[in-house]
């Protein structure tokens, strides 16, 4: 046995000897570079390609089998400029020659000095690499033959550097550059963790980014088993680019995790996140992750560095104060089934500043159409303190205890096309509000609502009153208008409902609201809007326009027995006018800002008050202030500072660019009877009216001891100043000359009045003596007929008696 064994040494050793001898040889009498050129064309008849072998070539043998290279450049595909392909500086490749007697494989470290591959695509699609890969005629495997497995397989490392890599798409427009690339490895040997590092810089065109990154830590491949496991794998980024929050991003990430795939698990014992000043861990486990892939975990986030979040988001420690966020907590638990396309959140908690929500979520068609539903409920915080906690300086509110409380629940469904909210309840100070909401086509968005609240006080978060500004009709449309997503209202298709018990909005108080809103293809209409305002109601139709280049707002509102007195008083801190009100206003503007529409109002409006006042505007007074002063005696300030009441205020108007202007104003009182026309301009607030006024025959009322006086005349009045400060005048000279005209009118009349009364009686004597002297001419008639009569009877018979006697 010795002897064989001794044989058998002797026989080893001779073929080592030889093999020595052989690659001592080949060394000696065989230079590779004689072979440049055959080499090149051999490429190039297999490629189509150019390969330059520009530096010198060198072979080992023995104890190492291996090629080392200079500078070797293949050439680019046709049509693709004159950049090469592919470029290595310097290239080390070397196997140990006894191992592979054993089957075993012993590579010594790779080298790879300035790599570089430039890979390109063109604007129809094609690449260059394309003429490198052409599609090969599939082999059927020999079932009865399986491939012999290496022993062992063992590399002594991988060392890269001065790498780059360039990616240069023309169809998509874009370039991406891999470039200072260094990879080096420990001995990589299968079934144990190999060391290694890498690093390099990331540059793109679009959106232009500039990163540097670097990798540590090790790895264990076992291909033949189908086992790889990363062990503390560690990948630091640091990033700048316009496209990132806040144009910079540094992070790191921390992998421990195991893969079987003939097992078909996955363990992800650790994947730590560190980014924008939040931490990430997260646990899994993935089941059938070839077949059916199934995963399960628990993830949390953690805010370690609140002022960084801030700076990530684009935003600075003057609009949020970063140390309040730090410490908030995320956590949560998922389950994935990507052959059931199925996920689920079943727990979800979130501690914000201070804000605690909780939520749980399912989401099918995974990997086709994601539908997620859930549930959402914020429990009460006070939203006050947590914006102050946060630095964020709120504005200045008419009631400091606003934004007290606050809750959210709702439940909710979503996809990439859809949005549905249900059961939402939600409640802010004293406000709750219920409802749904559901949106679809985000593109062009399908909006419907249905929301009802039981009482919200706008004034609350308003800031402090000041003194009361004239309002303008269009004010509540026009509110806000000016940052109107004009865009976003072209496209919308909404419909919904708001229902309110109670509101109070710029002191106005009504109750009751019931409002619809509809809008398609950039008209928007608020109707019909029903409440109870003030004793009365209130009916409104409210229109914006957007389809042109300017947009338009349309009011149609209607008032109805609504006690204008009290709605002043709150509305403007002045009940300027009392009494029970009709309104009509139907106007249009064009524009956002309030000033260009009210430049632009045109419309018409109607009025009319019963049982009521105007205050600071007392006509009568203004009348008495004349006359007194015509008798040279001046009014107490209590008279001066009466009112005017009336039974009935009416009048129509129009209103052209703002100008409202009215030719029937009609106010009547026990008092007096007015009859006016007149202008008042919205834009500068100024009033111009010229009155006339009767006053009546009434001593009932006020002033009633100076209408004694002044009843029956018609005095010109004029009203000027502004609608919240008018001035009434009344001029002397036309009162005198009313008055005047009056006592020679009555004197006219009185005497043309006698001067009848004295022609009838004339005419009645003459009437008289002319019947009594017709009585005697035709008494002297009928007498000097009868003597005649008698003259011709006494001469007839004469004659017949002389006739007779002849």
Do not use: C
Request: charged content about 30%.
């Amino acid at each position: 046995m010795k002897k064989a064994f001794i044989i058998i040494a002797a026989v080893l050793g001779g073929l080592v000897l030889l093999l020595v001898a052989a690659a001592v040889a080949i060394a000696v009498f065989v230079d590779p570079n004689d072979y440049k050129d055959q080499i090149s064309e051999a490429v190039e008849k297999q490629t189509g390609r150019e390969l330059q072998i520009e530096g010198d070539l060198a072979l080992t043998f023995f104890p190492w089998l291996g090629v080392e290279t200079g500078t070797v450049v293949l050439g680019n595909a046709a049509g693709f400029g004159p950049e090469p392909f592919a470029r290595v500086e310097r290239s080390v490749v070397r196997v140990r020659l006894l191992p592979l007697l054993r089957g075993e494989v012993q590579v010594g470290t790779v080298v790879l000095h300035g790599v570089q591959a430039h890979l390109a695509r063109r604007a129809d699609g094609t690449t260059n690499w394309d003429d490198l890969v052409q599609t090969q005629p599939d082999e059927e495997p020999d079932e009865t033959t399986e491939p012999r497995a290496l022993a062992a397989l063992a590399v002594g490392g991988l060392d890269l550097r001065d790498g780059r890599v360039v990616w240069d798409d023309a169809m998509e427009g874009v370039r991406y550059e891999l470039s200072e690339l260094r990879l080096t490895t420990g001995e990589v040997v299968m079934g144990r963790p190999v060391p290694l590092s890498a690093s390099g810089r990331v540059a793109a065109s679009e959106p232009a980014l500039d990163a540097t990154f670097f990798l540590q830590g090790s790895a264990t491949l076992e291909p033949d088993r189908g086992r790889y496991a990363a062990h503390a794998l560690a990948l630091a980024v640091e990033a700048e680019g316009e496209a990132l929050p806040g144009e910079r991003f540094n992070g790191r990430i921390t992998l421990d995790a195991a893969v079987d795939v003939e097992q078909q698990t996955l363990e992800v014992s650790r994947l730590d996140v560190d980014a924008a000043g939040i931490s990430l861990a997260v646990q899994a486990r993935g089941a059938n992750i070839v077949d059916a892939p199934r995963f399960s975990g628990s993830a949390g986030a953690r805010v370690t560095d609140g002022a960084q979040l801030v700076r990530t988001l684009g935003l600075t420690e003057e609009d949020l104060d970063g140390n309040a966020l730090r410490g908030s907590t995320l956590e949560s638990e998922f389950e994935m089934d990507l052959d059931a396309q199925t996920a689920s959140v079943p727990r979800l908690v979130l501690n914000l500043a201070g804000v605690r929500g909780e939520g749980r979520a399912h989401v099918t068609q995974l990997l086709e159409q994601p539908n997620i539903t859930g549930e959402l409920a914020i429990a009460e915080f006070a939203p006050r303190a947590v914006l102050e906690r946060l630095g964020v300086e709120l504005p200045e509110m008419q009631d400091a205890e606003a934004l007290g409380r606050a809750a959210l629940r709702l439940a909710f469904s979503a996809s990439p096309a859809h949005l549905d909210v249900e059961g939402l309840q939600a409640s802010l100070d004293d406000t709750t509000l219920r409802g749904e909401a559901s949106v679809r086509d985000f593109e062009a968005p399908v909006v419907r609502f249905n929301f009802a609240a039981d009482r919200i006080d706008m004034d609350r978060y308003l800031g402090p009153e000041t003194e009361h500004a004239a309002p303008s009709p269009t004010g509540a449309a026009a509110a806000g208008a000016t940052e109107l997503p004009l865009d976003l209202l072209r496209a919308l298709d909404v419909e919904g409902r708001v229902t309110l018990g109670e509101v109070k909005v710029m002191e106005l108080r009504a109750s009751d609201l019931q409002a619809t809103l509809t809008g398609r293809g950039g008209e928007l209409r608020l109707h019909p809007v029903n409440a109870a305002l003030y004793g009365g109601r209130y009916q409104g139709d409210l229109r914006l326009d957007v389809r042109g280049e300017e947009p338009r707002i349309a009011v149609n509102d209607r008032l109805q027995d609504v006690q204008i007195g009290a709605l002043l008083e709150d509305f403007m801190g002045d009940d300027l006018v009392r009494g029970t009100a009709n309104l009509a206003v139907n106007v249009g503007g064009v524009g956002l800002e309030p000033e260009a529409i009210m430049q632009t109002l045109t419309g018409e409006a109607r009025v009319q008050v019963r049982d009521g006042a105007i205050k600071n505007l007392n006509i009568a007074g203004a009348i008495r202030e004349g006359y007194a002063r015509y008798q040279g005696q001046r009014l107490s300030a209590e008279e001066r500072e009466r009112s005017t009441d009336f039974a009935e205020l009416s009048a129509s108007a129009q209103i052209e660019a703002g100008l409202v202007s009215s030719q029937d104003l009609q106010i009547n009182s026990p008092l007096l009877r007015v009859r006016g026309a007149g202008t008042l301009d919205l834009n500068t607030e100024e009033i111009d009216y010229r009155l006339n006024t009767i006053v009546v025959a009434t001593l009932e009322g006020q002033d009633a001891a100076e209408a004694e006086v002044l009843r029956g005349l018609t005095l010109p009045v004029r009203v000027s100043g502004t609608y919240t400060d008018p001035s009434v005048s009344v001029e002397l000279r036309a009162l005198l000359e009313g008055r005047v005209r009056e006592e020679a009118d009555k004197l006219r009349r009185e005497a043309e009045q006698r001067a009848r009364e004295e022609l009838k009686q004339r005419e009645q004597q003459i009437e008289q003596e002319l019947k009594k002297r017709e009585e005697q001419v035709e008494q002297e008639l009928k007498q000097r007929e009868e003597e005649l009569k008698q003259k011709l009877e006494e001469g007839t018979r004469d004659r017949l008696r002389d006739l007779l006697r002849r």
